[in-house]
């Protein structure tokens, strides 16, 4: 299968000339992304095309940027502008504002524009700057990069943080993962009182998220906080916190999940195909704001990517009557509380282990079938 991955390289602290060469072509770079974002504004145009025509002239004109940069500001003003058509056409219509331009947007790499040379074990990237004139960037790459950077290819973005330069890379591989039809399935059900739960042959394990309710809550209530004192600052510096501080926790569970199937032979992941669950918003404000800070998606992302890498087989599974299905007698039951299941047939477990073992039976099914 193909893999795909992003990966964020440190440049080495780059010399005074360089350092400006770089700066003069982010300034230049996001005058032109702000341009586009002003011109497309009254034309309420968000297509890729249109966009073209009002920015790319008038981009290499006026900031002297190259055909390949100028694409890539049209490129990500088409981004910004679809992203904010997409939020004022949902019911957050009101909470959101025509998008701007910063004052040091990434600088767009289109993959024409630069090039990767090793020597011995060292990684220098080359990007053209125009008139046939190249600057050569050595990079700091870690070890367990060294062997993966031969295959970065594509779109890449460069930007500055703290007076240090990075380069974002993207990666495209292909893993073999081979059917595991006969193999030892384990069922993984996602959920918001416990994140995580897995269940399969020798298995049976959970991830409470009382923790990061926890924290997201303390979050929440500081960024009421700051409403009041009108410090819209602190209360974006908050949300990237919480963002950043959500995301690692997803990256260490799904590495966790991964590890206990990797020493299994023969052994596959199921996971709930839970798109579109956002939409059944009319369960109570509490539960629903539980479910908008819910970041399944990128927890399985991160488990898919994960187990590619480990050469294990993940399939999706309808996850409906999972939590409510009885795995004795397979008639509906009931839960009188969020953590207990109970049927007819006298049967009684924990809520979660239950839908983990029907995750990992409906696993089975679908690698069955599958042709």
């Not at 982010?26 to 974002?37: C, D, I, K, M, T």
């Not at 290819?153 to 993962?177: I, N």
């Not at 800070?293 to 480990?310: C, E, N, P, V």
């Not at 299941?341 to 009684?348: A, D, E, H, P």
């Amino acid at each position: 299968m193909k893999q795909y991955e992003n990966i964020t390289i440190k440049l080495v602290n780059p010399t005074t000339t360089k350092r400006k060469v770089l700066e003069d072509l982010q300034e230049r770079f996001s005058a032109a992304v702000a341009l586009g974002l002003q011109l497309a504004e009254p034309e309420k145009v968000s297509s890729r095309g249109k966009i073209h025509e009002l920015l790319y002239y008038r981009a290499r004109e006026e900031f002297d940027l190259p055909s390949y940069y100028a694409t890539q500001a049209v490129g990500i003003v088409m981004t910004k502008v679809r992203s904010f058509w997409g939020v004022a056409k949902s019911k957050r219509t009101g909470l959101t504002s025509w998008p701007k331009a910063s004052d040091k947007e990434p600088i767009g790499l289109a993959g024409n524009c630069y090039r990767l040379f090793c020597n011995k074990d060292r990684w220098v990237l080359r990007i053209s700057i125009g008139n046939g004139e190249f600057l050569w960037l050595p990079l700091c790459v870690p070890k367990k990069y060294h062997d993966s950077m031969s295959v970065a290819s594509g779109e890449a973005k460069l930007y500055e943080r703290d007076g240090k330069w990075y380069v974002v890379l993207p990666l495209r591989t292909t893993t073999d993962t081979p059917p595991s039809s006969g193999g030892s399935c384990y069922g993984v059900d996602l959920g918001v009182a416990k994140l995580a739960t897995v269940v399969g042959p020798g298995v049976v394990r959970f991830w409470s998220g009382t923790k990061l309710q926890h924290i997201r809550r303390k979050y929440r209530q500081y960024r009421r906080m700051c409403g009041r004192q009108k410090n819209v600052r602190k209360a974006k510096a908050s949300k990237g916190r919480e963002s950043r501080w959500s995301r690692d926790v997803n990256h260490k569970l799904s590495r966790q999940i991964v590890g206990l199937v990797a020493g299994i032979p023969g052994g596959f992941i199921a996971l709930e195909d839970l798109t579109g669950i956002r939409k059944r918003n009319n369960l109570g404000r509490r539960f629903n704001r539980m479910l908008g800070g819910w970041s399944f998606r990128q927890l399985r992302d991160f488990i898919t990517y994960k187990a590619a890498k480990a050469n294990i087989l993940v399939v999706l599974v309808d996850p409906r009557g999972t939590s409510s299905t009885c795995p004795k007698c397979g008639s509906k039951g009931s839960r009188p509380k969020q953590s207990l299941f109970k049927c007819v047939c006298g049967y009684q477990a924990n809520a979660d282990y239950v839908g983990g073992v029907n995750i990992s039976r409906r696993g089975l099914e679908a690698i069955s079938v599958a042709p």
